[in-house]
């Protein structure tokens, strides 16, 4: 499957953006989707997960109550509403997916994601 993420740019503090990928190639609702961000000189890591039923959810700590996933099985898209942007959501986002035959999967580990999109920036302003 090949994704292609979009709605990155610069915001300012409390701002609010949403990132979307798109997914082509393979059936997306064969894929758990995940969110992930690096910041700079900072390693990869987890954002948040949708299962490929949409059921369950997990968010990062430092995330949580702010941010939310979402997925359109019939757009073949995954979507991350950001609200009350900080500067430390400063990164490059990106999606992947994780093929997976459980309705119910998710994963925080990047090692279980075969499929990553190329990354869009997000810049937070204080």
């Known amino acids: 499957v090949q994704l292609v993420e979009s709605g990155g740019g610069l915001v300012q503090t409390g701002d609010s953006l949403t990132l979307s990928c798109a997914a082509s190639?393979?059936?997306?609702?064969?894929?758990?989707m995940g969110w992930f961000r690096q910041a700079p000189g900072k390693e990869r890591e987890f954002v948040t997960v949708?299962?490929?039923?949409?059921?369950?959810?997990y968010y990062s700590s430092a995330v949580k109550g702010r941010f939310t996933i979402s997925r359109d099985n019939a757009k073949n898209t995954v979507y991350l509403q950001m609200n009350s942007l900080k500067p430390e959501d400063t990164a490059v986002y990106y999606c992947?997916?994780?093929?997976?035959?459980?309705?119910?999967?998710?994963?925080?580990?990047?090692?279980?994601?075969?499929?990553w999109g190329q990354g869009t920036q997000v810049t937070v302003s204080s």
């Open positions: 949708i299962s490929r039923n949409g059921r369950t959810i």
């Open positions: 190639g393979r059936t997306f609702s064969d894929y758990a």
């Open positions: 992947a997916a994780a093929r997976n035959p459980f309705g119910d999967f998710v994963s925080t580990n990047t090692n279980v994601y075969g499929h």
